[in-house]
């Protein structure tokens, strides 16, 4: 599997996401820097997390219009799988590749935890190795994961089943008190209506060794491999 | 000309912000404040000079980056550098 990671000015989770795909997928990822305008044939794409341009004017805004984004507008477009995580969700939302917005936290508090996410949907490509309804531990840390979309937004999306991942709590029940940051409906992510581009707060590839505290978020990434190279 | 642009949240929108100035200002012992909603606001000097086209620029980026129109309104107005 051919994967693609975008660098802009201030990601920081790069290495991290390339050393998760190195470990599942065993090939390399290929970093590409946002000033480029083309990304070389990948069979997937990832912006990984961090804080792009300092999270200027909005977070995710200012990647969302770099010179790389447009490539990776028109490739997600074409098909090709696209991955967000965290900032990279952000970017996924201000790029108008998945609707709504990541608002601050309504703690005001950055986040740095373990957190329980419920697989509300398992058909989609980066889901088939979990069972809908599971319970995944993965791990947040961010300042602006506060989903929000308008009232017909969210209806749409669940009743398309592109509410991929909910906060829970150990037992599986989305309540107020699991919601990590205020996220309307506990969204923690969503997908497109192909289930082929992926935007979620929580970080898989900080669960994919039993040394980090959970190995979760490993059958993510295998999900991938499997349904891309077999 | 410049445009003075104010982008500010939907009705509707949660302001964590504003909620968490609001409580400060009580904090200071300000009294009548009703609620707080916190905005941007962006001096752009362009280099038009003609008001239906510096409009028509403005409008595109607001539009297309100063605001993100799902949570945000945005309202300008041109004067004369």
Redesign the interface.
């Known amino acids: 599997m051919k994967a693609s990671i975008i660098v802009f000015p201030g990601t920081n989770r790069e290495h991290d996401m390339a050393d998760c795909l190195l470990a599942v997928s065993g090939k390399p990822a290929r970093l590409v820097w946002h000033a480029e305008t083309e990304i070389p044939q990948s069979d997937l794409i990832v912006l990984p997390g961090g804080f792009s341009y300092g999270d200027y004017l909005r977070t995710g805004a200012m990647a969302a219009h770099s010179p790389i984004m447009r490539d990776v507008i028109k490739k997600a477009h074409a098909g090709v799988p696209v991955l967000g995580v965290c900032n990279g969700f952000q970017i996924l939302c201000e790029s108008g590749l998945l609707p709504g917005v990541l608002q601050r936290n309504a703690s005001l508090k950055f986040i740095c935890k373990d957190v329980w996410l419920k697989v509300e949907n398992a058909s989609t490509l980066f889901t088939s190795k979990y069972q809908k309804g599971e319970l995944a531990r993965m791990i947040c840390a961010h300042g602006d994961g506060n989903y929000f979309a308008d009232n017909t937004t969210l209806d749409q999306l669940e009743h398309d089943g592109r509410v991929v991942f909910r906060y829970a709590d150990a037992q599986g029940r989305v309540t107020a008190e699991a919601n990590a940051n205020g996220a309307q409906r506990n969204i923690a992510g969503i997908c497109d209506p192909k289930g082929r581009i992926l935007g979620m707060m929580p970080h898989p590839e900080n669960a994919v060794e039993a040394a980090l505290g959970s190995t979760d978020g490993r059958r993510l990434f295998e999900s991938v491999v499997e349904a891309l190279v077999g | 000309m410049k445009a003075r642009i104010r982008v500010t949240l939907k009705n509707g929108?949660?302001d964590?912000?504003g909620k968490?100035i609001e409580n400060a200002l009580g904090g200071l012992g300000i009294p009548g404040v009703a609620e707080v909603r916190q905005g941007k606001y962006f001096e752009v000097d362009l280099k038009e000079t003609d008001e239906a086209k510096a409009k028509a620029t403005v409008e595109k980026m607001c539009k297309?980056?100063?605001a993100?129109t799902?949570?945000e309104n945005y309202a300008f107005e041109l004067v004369k550098a």
């Open positions: 929108v949660l964590p912000q968490a297309d980056l100063l993100n799902v949570i």
